[in-house]
């Protein structure tokens, strides 16, 4: 169970689907940067049991919620208030073991949502770039980084990765069969040097288009969404 604004920014897939391309393991330390409600926090916690949990979150009421789904969830979330250019000094102190970003999408300009903390977490203030870096600077030598965008940014994330990470994995996702990717996740290991690798894609949904109102998932995204199964997309240990 999550607890959302009425109004606002809501989770869908994304975090889901952020947190099952962790590869963390028990006693790893993993942070959530711009965490929202903890979404993805929560459900990698729902996976992997022993995290030490951390979240960023800029808005205090979203923050506060995070917290509050963290405690009725009985999970050890701490989440910390701040930008994450500069995040705030406890954080600053800290190295993880993996980060986890679902940065804000649409560039400046975009038409924007009403809602000030939808809007917040829609368009981006700063560029997908910095949200990398400032990922990269929070993670130990050898930690790994996962982020979700739009296809379109793509260029630009490995541009931030670029002799800061490899062992680079992309994993393309498509609606349906034959669609176009319109999103990726992207997984990278800080100070690596291992080649680049386009996975083929995680279709979504079944058919050719959504025929019932019903839910259409496929059998490998529903053992994400459903079944918290992982994506598995690091190279082997």
């Not at 959530?32 to 993805?40: K, R």
């Not at 916690?45 to 009725?72: D, S």
């Not at 965008?149 to 992309?170: K, P, T």
């Not at 690596?192 to 019932?212: I, M, S, W, Y």
Request: charged fraction near 25%; hydrophobic fraction near 50%; aromatic fraction near 2%.
């Amino acid at each position: 169970m999550l607890r959302q604004p009425r109004r606002g920014y809501r989770a869908a897939t994304d975090p889901v689907l952020l947190a099952a391309a962790c590869p963390a393991q028990a006693g790893e330390r993993v942070l959530d940067l711009g965490c929202g409600a903890g979404a993805a926090a929560l459900c990698l916690a729902a996976r992997v049991p022993g995290l030490e949990l951390h979240g960023l979150e800029i808005q205090p009421p979203y923050a506060a919620l995070a917290r509050r789904n963290a405690a009725a969830a009985g999970v050890a979330l701490t989440v910390h208030e701040g930008d994450m250019a500069h995040p705030p000094a406890d954080l600053r102190a800290m190295s993880f073991d993996h980060v986890l970003t679902n940065p804000p999408w649409f560039p400046p300009g975009a038409p924007a949502p009403e809602d000030a903390g939808r809007s917040r977490a829609h368009v981006e203030v700063a560029p997908v770039t910095e949200w990398i870096a400032a990922a990269l600077r929070r993670l130990r030598p050898g930690g790994r980084i996962a982020a979700i965008h739009r296809a379109e940014a793509l260029g630009r994330i490995l541009v931030a990765l670029d002799g800061r990470a490899g062992d680079v994995r992309i994993l393309p996702l498509a609606a349906r069969e034959g669609r176009q990717a319109r999103r990726v996740i992207v997984v990278a290991r800080k100070g690596a040097r291992g080649p680049l690798a386009l996975l083929a894609p995680l279709v979504l949904h079944e058919g050719a288009r959504h025929e019932a109102d019903r839910e259409d998932f496929s059998d490998a995204a529903r053992a994400v969404l459903r079944d918290a199964a992982p994506l598995g997309l690091g190279p082997p240990v």
